[in-house]
Nanobody, 114 residues
Framework: QVQLVESGGGLVQPGGSLRLSCAAS????????MAWYRQAPGKQRELVAA??????TNYADSVKGRFTISRDNAKNTYLQMNSLKPEDTAVYYC?????????WGQGTQVTVSS
């Protein structure tokens, strides 16, 4: 059974930073895609950032220059979020894919407010 667990969310003031982590456990192999999505109240889930097995990255226009996605050699991915804005408030979800399927975490709340 594959499980993704996100951590690092919380309440932060505008302009602040947070680092989200996602750890995969279970028999998940040959991950070729890792990503972070977010969903704000009343809105559809949207792609925030993605990274391939080869290290190529892609970002939503709204977060370019502020967020950085990374991965390590294990089954972990990270999202460094700087210069946070109130509109970044959402539940953030980790997503991983391999040849068998796609896997989601349970989400972690990020709230940007003064």
């Amino acid at each position: 059974q594959v499980q993704l667990v996100e951590s690092g969310g919380g309440l932060v003031q505008p302009g602040g930073s947070l680092r989200l982590s996602c750890a995969a456990s279970g028999s998940i192999v040959s991950i070729y895609f890792m990503a972070w999505y977010r969903q704000a109240p009343g809105k559809q889930r949207e792609l925030v950032a993605a990274i391939t097995g080869g290290g190529s990255t892609n970002y939503a226009d709204s977060v370019k220059g502020r967020f950085t996605i990374s991965r390590d050699n294990a089954k972990n991915t990270y999202l460094q979020m700087n210069s946070l804005k109130p509109e970044d408030t959402a539940v953030y979800y980790c997503n991983m894919r391999n040849s068998i399927g796609a896997y989601w975490g349970q989400g972690t709340q990020v709230t940007v407010s003064s």
